[in-house]
């Protein structure tokens, strides 16, 4: 008994001591849009629904050697039908000037949620994407791009 | 840059009923995100390509709304199904309002 319970105190420390770290990286360190910025973004459009994590493949370089032009691909997984289909898929960057990237609609006509396109990224960042679904549910996915030369002014 | 953005489309030009094809796009435009400075230290306005849309015999296959984040050019490309002969139009909708339209045409044999 005696065991399990400074074991869990051990466990509660370090997950305190983690949150902290945490906190001290995320702390805003220029005009760029911060993660918090991004998740006001989210907070806009999907107020205080759950974001489940899943169902989107979301596929980008590791590493990018320009941030100018990085490729982006995504496809969500769905039956694309009249009662099931994906509305929205929306892009944010934790590291640009503006936290957001684009939004794609899609209707039952397309026959799958998916498309590949080109970004811009200012510097190391996560990128988001988050998936409305039309019976309501929201997907997330995110994914860390490292830049070498970013991608804004010059 | 001051000539006349030209998008272009490649995709099938036929295709049997009910298949999916895809489509790939490519529009050129500098896409001034708004946030570059000019030798004098004063912001570029921002112009781009803010929408795409996607239609089959008028009717809204999918659309998108891009940001300044969108690269320079931009390339796209998606999925469509072409359920019988038709028109595919994709437009390009510009911050100064104009539209660029490119049409294609896939006959189901």
């Known amino acids: 008994m005696n065991v399990t319970t400074s074991a869990q105190t051990r466990r509660g420390f370090l997950a305190s001591a983690t949150a902290g770290a945490i906190a001290v990286t995320l702390a805003p360190s220029s005009l760029l849009a911060a993660p918090e910025q991004v998740a006001a973004e989210m907070k806009k459009l999907f107020g205080d629904k759950k974001l489940i994590e899943g169902k989107i493949k979301l596929d980008l370089p590791s590493i990018a050697e320009n941030g100018l032009v990085v490729p982006l691909n995504f496809e969500v997984e769905s039956p694309m039908t009249e009662k099931d289909y994906v509305k929205a898929v929306h892009f944010f960057a934790e590291g640009n000037p503006n936290p957001n990237v684009a939004n794609y609609f899609f209707t039952p006509m397309s026959p799958k949620a998916s498309a590949q396109l080109r970004i811009r990224l200012a510097q190391t960042q996560n990128i988001v994407a988050v998936a409305e679904m039309s019976n309501g549910e929201i997907y997330t996915a995110k994914k860390e791009v490292k830049v070498t030369i970013g991608g804004c002014g010059g | ?109």
């Open chain 2, 1 to 109: 840059m001051t000539t006349q953005p030209t998008p272009r489309v490649r995709m099938p030009a036929t295709a049997k009923a009910g298949e999916v094809v895809e489509v790939k796009t490519l529009i050129s435009h500098e896409m001034e995100s708004g946030q570059r400075k000019d030798k004098e230290g004063k912001l570029i306005p921002r112009k781009i390509i803010k929408q795409f849309t996607a239609t089959f015999n008028g009717r809204e296959i999918m659309k998108a709304d891009w940001h300044g984040a969108i690269s320079a050019n931009p390339y796209q490309s998606f999925f469509v199904r072409v359920p019988e002969s038709g028109t595919f139009v994709f437009s390009w909708i510009d911050d100064d309002g104009s539209v660029y339209k490119a049409e294609q045409k896939v006959t189901v044999g």
